[in-house]
């Protein structure tokens, strides 16, 4: 018995119980492959870091059945005001609203979909993706280390301590590194990581202050302040009694490590501008480097999240990114697990999502101006400022194939399908809902059925609930095309119509 659990066989280990690893272990039980996830750490982290949850991503949540799981949560986040909105000024108390920093401009320019970006600290999300896992039967492990890996030609070989100290071996077919920006998986198999260089250095401050009455009507995500003795950035976590404060620093001149608690508590009492209260609770230096790893595999090994890629918060791109990394792959890994795709197709997870890395790394630097964080021009954005890429073309309209975005998903290939509500066996669903477990045909009202897949036809199989669209309007393509999904929603390289395809009666 004791043998048994010392040696485990599993086809996944997924290192790391972060947001990412945590999402991949869902998309895993989705896909019915068995996975052992290890962490660390005992518990989900607590340093506050994303807040921003795009609709892509709660698109891929949602597919998992936890959509409405990460909406209660978020409806719980905010204690007064709403996310959004910029300010900048010497102090908190003393700033000014950027004008046109306001949220509500990426809900109403926001592509079409089931699901709207979400506002909501990290810190809530990870334990519903934990809590969900485990109720699902999903096998995860906190409190368990990776300490060593081999790698032979089917199959990795990890050494694990489990949290009484005990060494145990766990073998695995695939390892999927979710280890984060440290990742020691990544180091290990020397994999080399490029990108921009920082231009700036903060430590952030997890600190609760209770800026109730002094914030009331006058709410933020970000604020920006600078005065004689500190400068930085505060960002809200609940708009009442918690924030992080990004110290700015200049590494020739100080190291995080050298201020004591009373030193940065009296920092950011400067940057309050006030002397109330103070009580900090964590604190972790880093800066804007952009970094992407050169190979996203070795052999059974695949990078994924900030194991893969690095870049600045600004924007909020890097744990979206590395939650559709898991996706990308997971399906894909599905399919070879079953013996329906040759092994090859793996390497497709590179060629697609280290692209997408690249550009919101790039994109992400762009917005450490401030300024150009919110979309506004200025004399000292003005030099890129037409580089800058919408929010809602880098998360929801990047096209696989041709590392290129679109103006308009239109069912173009290697992009993810449009959304369209529609009526489906008595429900009310999006057209994403259809696709999920394996490939999907989905066509005009004249197309024919593709053989070997589940067909799904405009007029006989589903109905636009918006009469005014139609399967032209929504796809561009004609009513006897039809177009192959991909189970994780994106359109394959293959249409086919009436002219080109054997129908099955
Ligand atoms: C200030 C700030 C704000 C941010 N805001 C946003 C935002 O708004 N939107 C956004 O998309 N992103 C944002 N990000 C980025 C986002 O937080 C990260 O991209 C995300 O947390 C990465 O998740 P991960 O699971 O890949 O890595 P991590 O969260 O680092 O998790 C890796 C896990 O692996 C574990 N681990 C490591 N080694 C081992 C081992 N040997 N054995 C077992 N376990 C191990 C670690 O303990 C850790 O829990 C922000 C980041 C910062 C710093």
Same mark, same amino acid.
């Given at each position: 018995m004791l043998q048994h659990h010392l040696n485990e066989e599993t086809p996944v280990l997924v290192v790391g119980g972060g947001i990412v690893g945590l999402s991949a272990g869902l998309f895993l039980h989705h896909h019915q492959i068995p996975f052992i996830l290890i962490e660390r750490?005992?518990?989900?982290?607590?340093?506050?870091?994303?807040?921003g949850f795009s609709a892509r991503t709660l698109e891929l949540f949602r597919s998992v059945g936890l959509q409405d799981g990460i909406e209660a949560v978020a409806r719980t986040a905010w204690k007064q005001g709403r996310f959004g909105g910029a300010r900048r000024g010497r102090t908190m108390l003393e700033s000014e609203s950027l004008?046109?920093?306001?949220?509500s401009k990426l809900h109403a320019e926001?592509?079409?979909?089931?699901c709207e970006l979400i506002a909501c600290p990290q810190t809530l999300v990870e334990p519903v993706l934990r809590r969900a896992l485990e109720e699902r039967g999903g096998d995860t492990r906190f409190g368990w280390e990776l300490l060593h890996f081999e790698q032979d030609e089917g199959r990795v070989t990890a050494i694990v301590r489990d949290p009484l100290g005990a060494e145990r071996t766990i073998s695995a077919s695939y390892v999927f590194?979710?280890?984060?920006?440290?990742s020691e998986i990544r180091r290990r198999l020397n994999i080399d990581r490029h990108g921009i260089d920082p231009n700036r250095y903060y430590l952030n401050i997890f600190l609760e202050a209770d800026l109730t009455s002094q914030v009331a009507g006058r709410t933020f995500s970000q604020c920006e302040i600078a005065n004689e003795e500190v400068s930085g950035i505060f960002l809200a976590m609940n708009n009442a009694n918690q924030w992080s404060f990004h110290l700015a620093y200049d590494p020739t001149v100080s190291?995080?490590?050298?201020?004591?608690d009373q030193q940065l508590t009296t920092l950011v009492k400067a940057a309050i501008g006030a002397d109330i209260p103070v009580t900090l609770r964590y604190r972790s230096p880093w800066n804007t480097r952009v970094r992407v790893a050169?190979?996203?595999?070795?052999g059974h090994i695949f990078l994924m999240g900030d194991a893969a890629h690095l870049m600045p918060p600004w924007g909020g791109f890097n744990a979206n990114t590395g939650i559709a990394d898991a996706h990308n792959l997971i399906w894909k890994l599905a399919r070879v697990l079953n013996g329906e !795709? &040759?092994?090859?197709?793996?390497?497709?997870y590179e060629s697609e999502r280290q692209p997408v890395a690249r550009r919101n790394g790039e994109q992400a630097w762009l917005r450490t101006d401030f300024d150009a964080r919110f979309q506004i021009r200025s004399e000292d954005n003005s030099a890129f400022f037409e580089q800058l890429i919408d929010y809602g073309e880098l998360q929801m309209r990047y096209r696989y194939g041709v590392d290129d975005t679109v103006d308009?998903?239109?069912?173009?290939?290697g992009t993810r399908f449009p959304h369209a509500w529609i009526g489906h066996q008595g429900h009310r669903r999006?057209?994403?809902?259809?696709?999920?477990?394996s490939f999907v045909a989905i066509g005009g009202p004249s197309a024919p059925r593709r053989i070997g897949v589940p067909s799904y036809l405009a007029g006989t199989d589903f109905l636009f609930v918006?009469?005014?669209?139609t399967w032209r309007s929504l796809t561009?393509? !004609? &009513?006897d095309e039809a177009a192959l999904i991909r189970p994780d929603g994106f359109v394959d390289f293959s249409l086919f119509s009436s002219s080109l395809c054997r129908t099955v009666v």
């Open positions: 750490n005992a518990a989900v982290s607590p340093l506050p870091r994303a807040r004008p046109l920093a306001d949220i926001a592509d079409p979909s089931p590194a979710a280890d984060g920006g440290r190291q995080p490590e050298q201020w004591s050169d190979r996203y595999r070795d !795709a &040759d092994p090859a197709l793996l390497d497709t308009a998903l239109r069912a173009q290939p999006s057209t994403l809902d259809l696709f999920g477990s918006d009469e005014s669209v561009g393509l !004609a &009513d």
